[in-house]
């Protein structure tokens, strides 16, 4: 059986010694290269997590025995959970060339496929000569996310995909924060005739990632988008930014059903998927803890994660009376008091 906890505890170790920053210090900073990273003071970062103490789930425990179903349909995949690995790559700078990007994609795509889940592909300073993304996706079933880089070099990379049949495409917007591209001025800001310009090059879904704001998540809706990631970049991309969770009910309340809504920043379990999924998420991404599963434990450890969440997201249901995803609102969660 695999030690969960002893996996995380190895990718922990392995990336304090992989930058060589001890405790926490390994992830501190934008510019603290290797490692995870966080902007500034981290307080972006910091409210992603503590966020989530603001909420408590209701139980509802007597009545007729059931087993929760946590099967879901986003974006034409048919998934075990709605949980997805978030676009990562950057992997020769971030993880000081412990593993390379391509074997480090191949491993999130297999894992997910593995456990009937989906991963992304990210882009990267790191990916801006050689994009294997391509290639992997036409051997896994995936997502692929590119940098907001200019038209021409985004034209380029969906032209590439499209080859291959992608079925789903996002443009990751935060990714101006980005140190290495937007020192290199690989990265822009995209107004709304731009990002209509993007969404003519690909007639499959396309999604924005990044979206902290209802107006922002209506500027997406108005130009075709079919979804939106609610996210800060993981308090990577600016400090003193919004969490997730402090935006999503709201955008969701006037887009469910209108767009597809992920979330991700700060989620690493399955409860916590629960509270997303009830404030009016669609879905969830997960980072950095899958980063720390397949440091720790390769393909196996990011399996167990994944299965870990699937079990205790069937756990929040089982215990809040939901039989199935569609059942999760927010009238099964209420502020913690």
Known sequence: MVNFDKIIKNGRKKMERLSGRAGNDYCSGMMSLPGLGWAGSGVSYTRNKKMFENYQIKSQIIGDNFTPDTT??????????????????????NLNGFISEKVFLKMILTSCSKCGMIGMCGDSFDTTQNYDVPELLSQNDGIAVCKPRSFDEIKKRIMLLKKVHVKVIGIDLDGIGGVFLSNEKKVFRKNAKELKEIRLLYHGPMFLKGILSLNDAQIAHDCGYDGVVVSNHGG??????????????QIAKTFKGKMTILVDGGISNGFETFICLALGAD????????????????????????????????KAMLFSNCRKISDISQKCIENYV
Do not use: C, H, T, W
């Not at 399996?303 to 969440?309: A, P």
């Open 236 to 249: 990577r991309s600016f400090d003193y930014a919004a969490a997730p969770l402090s935006v999503l009910s």
């Open 283 to 314: 879905g969830v991404l997960i980072g950095r803890e899958a980063v720390y599963a397949v440091v720790g434990g390769g393909r196996p450890g990011l399996i167990s994660l994944l299965r870990k969440m699937q079990n205790e997201l069937v």
């Open 72 to 93: 879901s349909f986003l974006f034409g995949f048919d998934l075990s959970a709605p949980i997805m690995v978030a676009p990562m790559s950057g992997i020769k700078s």
